[in-house]
């Protein structure tokens, strides 16, 4: 098993920057991916971002440019810095991992969850 707890999130004014953080601890041997999700009231669980275990990165276009994976400290870990946020990225964030190298973002690929953190930004 693996536990994910994360931590950052808030609330920001359009434009600004948030960081969310997101380690690993249990059998962190067979996590291969990990990634960022989120959800919106009524809406979705949405893929944000993903970051494999060789460094390779992919993102949903909406936070292209703005968003920043990468792996963190412990390397079972995985920090997210959100630049020029914008009303439209408000959610409830999830950080996610998964047993196998990937960079696909289909909630269905990742085994394990984080508790989620609420990202609000105001206008």
């Known amino acids: 098993q693996v536990q994910l707890v994360q931590s950052g999130g808030g609330s920001v004014q359009a434009g600004g920057s948030l960081k969310l953080s997101c380690s690993a601890s249990g059998n962190t041997n067979s996590v291969e991916s990990m990634a960022w999700f989120r959800q919106a009231p009524g809406k979705d669980r949405e893929g944000v971002a993903v970051?494999?275990?060789?460094?390779?990165?992919s993102y949903v276009d909406s936070v292209k440019g703005r968003f920043t994976i990468s792996q963190g400290n412990p390397k079972k870990s995985v920090d997210l810095q959100m630049n020029s946020l914008k009303p439209e990225d408000t959610a409830m964030y999830y950080c996610?991992?998964?047993?196998?190298?990937?960079?696909?973002?289909?909630?269905?690929?990742?085994?394990?969850w984080g508790q989620g953190t609420q990202v609000t930004v105001s206008s």
């Open positions: 970051i494999d275990r060789y460094g390779g990165t």
């Open positions: 996610a991992a998964a047993t196998g190298s990937w960079l696909q973002l289909l909630p269905s690929l990742y085994n394990y």
